[in-house]
């Protein structure tokens, strides 16, 4: 088991929400694939072990996300066509709002029931639907302000059968506001980007080089969105604290972005990737 990344005051961050982080900065639609001496060394600055580095990389290829390409003695890593999907998907939610401004008042509704013989589906699903920004309302129920189409994300799980969704406005005493409170912990929510925006504005900025802190930037960003729903202002406490945190890790992002850049082009050989 490779072990998580927690340097001074931070989160514990896995190498792979660090690769991640890595090759959909700089890997992902540029047509390249990196020497994996360069990815191991970008790991090693922010802490990570070449040994953790090198099982969480062939863990990522079985997982079919990385294929390797080879050049006389060298190893370069590139993304698989799946692999490029998954970091679009991250991508996007990176690049998205933290709170949703556009709601027409409407709920998605969905349900499942899976036989005890398809417990690790039932895992699997309760995955990609929190990923989608759903959550557990009762035992089967699931919900969202969103009418965001996952009907792709359960076609590869097989599940389309298994479920069935709807949308719906609350009604008489059902209060919007509770039904958000039931169905996500905002309160840890809300804590996670306090932690965020403190760290990164007292000490995290002065660790490390510009490249190290992007990639650490980014990860950690991407495990808080991952547990955010995105909800509507109007079901969400006043002042929300992801709004804050969000205006930091834009501005980090972008203020760190041309440094990066130029460490990540001298420490990442490249090859084309065809």
Do not use: C, N
């Not at 191991?40 to 099982?55: K, N």
């Not at 895992?123 to 089967?140: E, I, N, Y």
């Not at 403190?198 to 808080?224: I, N, P, Q």
């Not at 202002?233 to 203020?255: E, I, M, N």
């Amino acid at each position: 088991m490779v072990a998580a990344v927690a340097p001074s005051g931070g989160a514990a961050v896995r190498p792979e929400a660090l690769l991640l982080t890595l090759f959909g900065d700089y890997v992902l639609d540029r047509g390249i694939a990196v020497s994996t001496g360069g990815v191991i060394a970008v790991l090693g600055r922010l802490g990570v072990s070449e040994r953790a580095t090198r099982a969480t990389l062939s863990r990522m290829s079985r997982r079919g996300l990385l294929r390797t390409i080879r050049q006389g003695r060298q190893a370069f890593l590139g993304l698989t066509a799946h692999g490029a999907a998954v970091l679009r998907d991250g991508q996007r939610k990176l690049d998205g709002d933290i709170v949703e401004r556009h709601w027409d008042g409407r709920w998605t509704l969905l349900t499942f029931s899976l036989p005890e013989s398809r417990r690790a589906d039932r895992h699997a699903l309760r995955t990609r639907l929190g990923w989608f920004g759903f959550g557990p309302l009762r035992s089967g129920l699931w919900v969202s302000p969103s009418a965001e189409d996952i009907s792709v994300a359960l076609a590869e799980l097989d599940l389309l059968a298994h479920t069935e969704v709807f949308r719906a406005e609350a009604f008489m005493w059902t209060d919007p506001a509770r039904i958000a409170r039931e169905a996500w912990d905002l309160p840890e929510i809300a804590a996670g980007y306090d932690r965020f925006r403190r760290r990164w504005t007292d000490t995290a900025a002065e660790e490390f080089d510009e490249l190290s802190r992007r990639v650490r930037l980014g990860a950690e960003w991407l495990l808080l969105i991952r547990r955010d729903p995105v909800l509507p202002a109007a079901l969400l406490p006043a002042d929300w604290p992801g709004v804050r945190a969000a205006a930091v890790f834009r501005t980090l992002r972008q203020q760190w972005a041309g440094p990066a850049d130029s460490l990540a082009r001298a420490i990442l050989t490249a090859v084309v990737d065809e």
